[in-house]
């Protein structure tokens, strides 16, 4: 039993650093207020990458959702957004993480990745559309 204790520590410890070294010092990052700028001030485009089912549930007024495993597929309609910040969002931070390395790798450069996803979001206490 401890050893799988343990294991699951260094398994969860691994994904933490995994998370953090993925983007040193979290340039590509922002907090929910950062968010909230860059959406009243710069026309950001919030991208809600997960499931219909946690879209439904409830989502960031007016982000776009598409769920991370269709992402490669439906770039198209980002493309009118490619020159304005695209502010990635899951329940976490670490689907949306992924997604901003894949939207940057095919040249979205302002893409950022809500760090603490809707869970921060919801804990700043802003507005979540339930429809």
């Known amino acids: 039993m401890e050893q799988l204790l343990v294991g699951a520590f260094f398994a969860v410890l691994t994904a933490l650093a995994w998370n953090l070294l993925s983007d ?15 959406i009243n001030h710069e026309n950001a485009v919030v991208l809600d990458v997960r499931s219909m089912a946690e879209f439904k549930d409830g989502h960031i007024v007016n982000a776009v959702n598409i769920p991370l495993n269709g992402l490669g597929n439906n770039l198209k309609q980002l493309e009118k957004h490619r020159d304005k910040p695209i502010i990635a969002v899951c329940r ?40």
């Open 24 to 38: 040193p010092g979290g340039k590509n990052a922002v907090d929910p207020m950062a968010a909230t700028a860059l």
């Open 92 to 131: 976490s931070g670490s689907r949306s993480g992924a997604a901003c390395r894949q939207l940057r790798k095919q040249g979205f450069e302002q893409a950022k990745n809500l760090r603490g996803g809707m869970m921060a979001w919801e804990s700043a206490n802003l507005p979540v559309n339930r429809k």
